[in-house]
T-cell receptor, first 116, second 113 residues
Framework: AQSVTQLGSHVSVSEGALVLLRCNYS??????LFWYVQYPNQGLQLLLK??????LVKGINGFEAEFKKSETSFHLTKPSAHMSDAAEYFC??????????????FGAGTRLAVHP | GAGVSQTPSNKVTEKGKYVELRCDPI?????LYWYRQSLGQGPEFLIY????????DSGLPNDRFFAVRPEGSVSTLKIQRTERGDSAVYLC???????????FGPGTRLTVL
C-alpha cells in the first residue's frame, strides 16, 4: 500500500535561510508525487509535481523538489525563505486506478514558520 | 477562470443533525473528489465521482455519509445524524479525467457541537 511520511510536523527558519521539508513515500508502483501548500483558512494549492522524466522538479514561488527513487524521497527545498512562505505543506503520492482516476494519499503535513 | 468553490465555508451544527456540503467544480472537470481533513492531519480520500456516478466510495467512513452529483457538475456531501467526530474540514477537488492533477476548493469547516 502507498503511504507518505513527512518528517517534522513543525519547521522554523529565518527569513533568507534555506527551506528543507522532508517527504518519504512508500509505493509498489512508480509513483506520481506532489507537494501542496495550504495557507490559513484556504484550500490546497499545488506547488509542484513529479510524474516521469526529470527528477528535479521546479514549482511555483521558487520551490523545487527532487525525486530520489533509491531513497524513496521527494524533499521540498527553497534556497531563501520569505515571510510569505509561512504555511502548511503537504506531500502526497498519487495512486492510479484502473478506472483512470487518481487518489491522493497525503502525509500529515509540515507547518513552516519563517521568522525575521 | 473560476476555481473550485465550496459552500458554506463554515458550518456549525448540533450532534444528531443532518448537514449538506456543496462543491462546485471547475467547469469541464468531469472528475470530482471529496477529502476530509481532521485537525493536525493530511486530507483523507472519501469518494470519487466520474460524471454523475460514484466510481469509488471506499473512503466513506460509514453509512451516515452519502454524496451525489446528479447532473455531473455540482456535488453535495450529505451527513446524517452528525457526531462530534465528524468535525473536520471537508475538501473538494476536481480534475480532467485524463489528468493526475487535482485542484482543490477552500473547504468547508464542519463543527459538530
Amino acid at each position: 500500500a502507498q503511504s507518505v511520511t513527512q518528517l517534522g510536523s513543525h519547521v522554523s527558519v529565518s527569513e533568507g535561510a534555506l527551506v528543507l521539508l522532508r517527504c518519504n513515500y512508500s509505493s509498489s508502483v512508480p509513483p506520481y508525487l506532489f507537494w501542496y501548500v495550504q495557507y490559513p483558512n484556504q484550500g490546497l494549492q499545488l506547488l509542484l509535481k513529479y510524474t516521469t522524466g526529470a527528477t528535479l522538479v521546479k514549482g511555483i514561488n521558487g520551490f523545487e523538489a527532487e525525486f530520489k527513487k533509491s531513497e524513496t524521497s521527494f524533499h521540498l527545498t527553497k534556497p531563501s525563505a520569505h515571510m510569505s512562505d509561512a504555511a502548511e505543506y503537504f506531500c502526497a503520492v498519487s495512486v492510479r486506478f484502473s478506472g483512470g482516476y487518481n487518489k491522493l494519499i497525503f502525509g500529515a503535513g509540515t507547518r513552516l514558520a519563517v521568522h525575521p | 477562470g473560476a476555481g473550485v468553490s465550496q459552500t458554506p465555508s463554515n458550518k456549525v451544527t448540533e450532534k444528531g443533525k443532518y448537514v449538506e456540503l456543496r462543491c462546485d467544480p471547475i467547469s469541464g472537470h468531469t472528475a470530482l473528489y471529496w477529502y476530509r481533513q481532521s485537525l493536525g492531519q493530511g486530507p483523507e480520500f472519501l469518494i470519487y465521482f466520474q460524471g454523475t456516478g460514484a466510481a469509488d466510495d471506499s473512503g466513506l467512513p460509514n453509512d451516515r455519509f452519502f454524496a451525489v452529483r446528479p447532473e455531473g457538475s455540482v456535488s453535495t456531501l450529505k451527513i446524517q445524524r452528525t457526531e462530534r467526530g465528524d468535525s473536520a474540514v471537508y475538501l473538494c477537488a476536481s480534475s480532467l479525467v485524463t489528468s493526475n492533477t487535482q485542484y482543490f476548493g477552500p473547504g468547508t469547516r464542519l463543527t459538530v457541537l
